[in-house]
C-alpha cells in the first residue's frame, strides 16, 4: 500500500508497505498472495511462528471466561500461575521472588528501573535514585527507557526530555578489543568501568545497573565475552546497586537458555522479559523481581509504587502460559540451539569469507551480521548509502523477513541485521533463510557499489 494514500500514523510516512493477510508457521503472506520466510520473527516475537494452535486456543477460551479484571480489585489464574511459572525458570534467589505482567518491554523497564529505586527507599536509603547502562544500548521507547538507552540516533530528538543516566562502554569485542588484549582482559576491562562511574556518581546514589545480556537490536546479538557480567555482578555487589537484566529480546529462550544470564553463571536482582514470552499473540512484558527486592517491599511499606490498568491481564497471561507451556512440552529449546548452531555455520560458510561482512555473532537463534566497508580497518559504509534499510527492502523483494539496524559503530554509523527466526524452524527452512540472505545481501550491495 502507498504510505501516502494510508490514514496510519505509520513509522515512515514516505514509500510502501506490504499489507500482511495471514501467517503460518515459519510465514508470513501478503494480500497479493507473496510469501515471506520470518528470519527475525518482526523483532525477535514471533517465537512460535505465525498460526500455532496452543496460545491461540487459550486466547479464546480465556476471552470466553474472563477475559479481564482490574489487579486492583481481583487476582486471576491465569496471572498467578504465569508469575509461577517464570519464577520456576528463573534462578534459585527468585524462588520467592513475584512477577509482574505489563504489556512492552519499554514499560517493563520503566517500572523496573521504578522497582530499583523503590527497593532502596525501602530500606532508607533515600538518595539512590540514579542509574547507570551502556552506550549502544536500547531499552525502550518511553522517557525512562530511552534515558537508559545510549543510541545516539534514537535518542536525540528528545534529548532534551531525557534523564540524566551514567554511562560506560558495551561490551562489544568486536570494536572495542584492542590489538593483543585477550577476550578476558578486554571483559574486566569494560566492565571495570562500572566501578569508575558508580564512584563519580558516588555509590550513595547509584540505584542500579541496566545492561542487555546479549545486546539487540541496536548492536546485532553482539554477546558478552567471558566472565563479564560475573565482574559486573562483583562491582554491584561490592556497591550495593541493583542489577537489573533487559532480556526483552533474548530473553524466553532466544538464545537457547530460558534466560541469557543464565549462561554467564549470574543472577540478576530484576529481569525484565517480554518478546518471545507472547510469541506476537499477546502483547506481554514480564518483571521478575528476585527475593531480596520483593522482601524489602513486603518488610517496608507493603505495596507497590506502580500500577497500570492491564497489568496482569488474564487474556494475555494465558497466552504466554501457553506459549511457555509449548516451549516445554515440545523441547523447543533444544530445537533453538540446534537450529541456531546450523544458522551460525550457515552464515559462516556463506557470508564468513565475504569482503564487506565484517562480524557474524550471536548465540542460538539470535544471530547478528555487521557489515562493513573495508574488513582491515572495519570502517563502516556511509551513513547516506543506508545499507541496512537496502539489506532489509533486498531481502523483502526475495521473501525474506530480517530486522536491519543501523548505529553500530557509534550509535549514527555502522550497519547489522539481526536473525532471529521462530523457535519451530526446521533445518530446511534455516538452509533457504541462509540461501535468500546471501542473495539479498548481494543485491543490496550492488546498489550501494552502483550509488558510492
Ligand atoms: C532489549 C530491549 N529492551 C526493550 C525494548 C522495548 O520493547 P517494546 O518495543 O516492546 O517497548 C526492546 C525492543 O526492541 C528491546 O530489544
Do not use: W
Amino acid at each position: 500500500m502507498r504510505i501516502a494514500e494510508s490514514r496510519v500514523l505509520h513509522r515512515s510516512l514516505r514509500g510502501d508497505l506490504p499489507i500482511a493477510a495471514r501467517g503460518e508457521g515459519v510465514r508470513l503472506y501478503d494480500t497479493r498472495g507473496r510469501e515471506y520466510l520470518d528470519a527475525c520473527g518482526g523483532a525477535a516475537v514471533s517465537c512460535l511462528g505465525h498460526s500455532h494452535p496452543a496460545p491461540i486456543a487459550a486466547i479464546k477460551e480465556q476471552a470466553e471466561t474472563l477475559a479481564y479484571a482490574h489487579s486492583a480489585f481481583f487476582t486471576s489464574e491465569p496471572a498467578e500461575r504465569l508469575a509461577a511459572e517464570l519464577l520456576k525458570r528463573a534462578p534459585k534467589s527468585f524462588a520467592k521472588g513475584r512477577a509482574m505482567v505489563l504489556n512492552s518491554g519499554s514499560e517493563a523497564n520503566e517500572a523496573a528501573l521504578k522497582l530499583a529505586r523503590q527497593y532502596h527507599l525501602e530500606q532508607g536509603q533515600s538518595s539512590r535514585g540514579k542509574f547507570i547502562a551502556r552506550e549502544s544500548a536500547y531499552h525502550g521507547a518511553t522517557i525512562g527507557a530511552l534515558s537508559a538507552g545510549g543510541h545516539r540516533a534514537r535518542r536525540a530528538t528528545y534529548a532534551p526530555m531525557l534523564i540524566d543516566v551514567g554511562r560506560i562502554p558495551a561490551c562489544y569485542a568486536y570494536r572495542g578489543r584492542k590489538e593483543g588484549e585477550s577476550e578476558e582482559a578486554y571483559g574486566q576491562r569494560v566492565a571495570d568501568a562500572l566501578e569508575r562511574e558508580i564512584l563519580r556518581i558516588g555509590p550513595e546514589n547509584v540505584a542500579a545497573f541496566i545492561a542487555e545480556p546479549v545486546s539487540g537490536a541496536t548492536l546485532g546479538a553482539v554477546p558478552p565475552v567471558k566472565d563479564y557480567f560475573r565482574r559486573i555482578r562483583e562491582i554491584c555487589d561490592k556497591y550495593g546497586a541493583l542489577l537489573i537484566a533487559d532480556e526483552v529480546m533474548c530473553g524466553a529462550g532466544r538464545t537457547g537458555t530460558f534466560l541469557a544470564l543464565e549462561q554467564e553463571g549470574v543472577a540478576a536482582d530484576i529481569v525484565v522479559i517480554a518478546k518471545g514470552l507472547g510469541a506476537g499473540l499477546q502483547p506481554i512484558a514480564a518483571i521478575l523481581a528476585s527475593e531480596r527486592v520483593v522482601k524489602a517491599i513486603e518488610n517496608g511499606s507493603g505495596a507497590l509504587a506502580h500500577g497500570q490498568t492491564y497489568m496482569a491481564h488474564p487474556m494475555v497471561c494465558a497466552a504466554a502460559l501457553a506459549v511457555l507451556e509449548t516451549i516445554e512440552r515440545d523441547k523447543l529449546l533444544d530445537n533453538v540451539r540446534a537450529r541456531g548452531e546450523q544458522l551460525g555455520a550457515l552464515l559462516g560458510a556463506r557470508l564468513g569469507r565475504r569482503p564487506h561482512v565484517g562480524d557474524i555473532r550471536g548465540r542460538g537463534l539470535f544471530r547478528g551480521v555487521e557489515f562493513v566497508r573495508d574488513r582491515e580497518s572495519k570502517t563502516p559504509f556511509p551513513t547516506q548509502a543506508k545499507l541496512a534499510q537496502r539489506l532489509k527492502a533486498s531481502a523483502m523483494a526475495r521473501g525474506l523477513m530480517v530486522y536491519p539496524a543501523s548505529g553500530c559503530v557509534d550509535g549514527i554509523s555502522g550497519d547489522h541485521v539481526l536473525l532471529a527466526p521462530p523457535y519451530i524452524v526446521e533445518p530446511s527452512d534455516v538452509e533457504l533463510i541462509v540461501e535468500r540472505f546471501a542473495l539479498a545481501v548481494d543485491d543490496a550491495l550492488a546498489g550501494v557499489r552502483a550509488d558510492f
